[in-house]
């Protein structure tokens, strides 16, 4: 089992990240040396390259889509994909950004007619998003998804409901990723409270979470640097912008 790989994000095509092992690559959090893709930093083997195809759900690969040749790790998971109605199979590795995410796409999948591949796409939102949806029992939010029909949708709640409250904050894990006006990258330590409170607010209104964290992004961008904004100032620019 491969539960974890690092690597240098060398190209990102649709949900196809390809990593490549080699020098430079950060040490862990704790300190230890990090873990090159595929296991191979151990001394001597610097010169032996490895690139890895690793597939993602559709919100981590947006996530990611402007770190081309930045160091990322993987939490991982490994299935058989079955070809030519199962009389061969390709060996496949999954990842994702937390071990969470990992965890809730476990359960997602556990859902009658969601199978890997389908899921990966389906999952165009954050898991918090989606674990939110379920919790309501929303099953409009839920076919806003790829692939996720009005019946799929009341599946997907039927089968879940009451296992998925503990993701429900999985969007405040990751919200380090929110795109900032004109495309880049906001971190979510650099937004106020007001604004955090402010994309929440919008996403209650019907946005998702992109748009509302780059219309927040707009707005404040438009203004002056370090003006204190109120909730309902920012949500009131937000749609007079329009």
Request: hydrophobic share 45%; charged share 25%.
């Amino acid at each position: 089992m491969i539960a974890r790989v690092r690597g240098i994000i060398e190209s990102i095509e649709g949900q196809t990240v390809v990593l490549r092992s080699g020098p430079g690559l950060a040490n862990e959090p704790n300190g230890a040396p990090a873990v090159a893709a595929g296991g191979l930093g151990a001394p001597g083997l610097a010169g032996f390259d490895v690139w890895l195809e690793v597939m993602t759900p559709q919100y981590v690969a947006r996530r990611l889509a402007t770190s081309i040749g930045q160091p990322v790790t993987f939490w991982t998971m490994a299935y058989l994909e079955g070809q030519n109605q199962g009389s061969s199979f390709i060996p496949r590795l999954i990842g994702f950004s937390t071990a969470r995410e990992r965890e809730f796409f476990e359960l997602f999948t556990t859902v009658k007619g969601i199978g890997n591949r389908r899921a990966l796409r389906a999952l165009a939102e954050d898991p918090g998003a989606i674990a939110g949806a379920v919790m309501r029992g929303d099953a409009k939010a839920l076919t806003q998804l790829p692939e996720v029909g009005k019946r799929l949708a009341e599946t997907i709640i039927a089968e879940l409901k009451g296992k998925v409250d503990s993701f429900a904050d999985l969007e405040v894990e990751i919200k380090g990723t929110g795109r900032r006006a004109g495309g880049g990258v906001t971190p979510a330590s650099t937004r106020s409270t007001a604004e955090e409170d402010a994309v929440a607010a919008l996403m209650n209104l019907g946005q998702k979470r992109d748009e509302a964290e780059r219309n927040i992004a707009k707005v404040v961008g438009a203004h002056e640097a370090g003006r204190a904004w109120t909730v309902d100032e920012l949500v009131r620019s937000v749609f007079a912008a329009r």
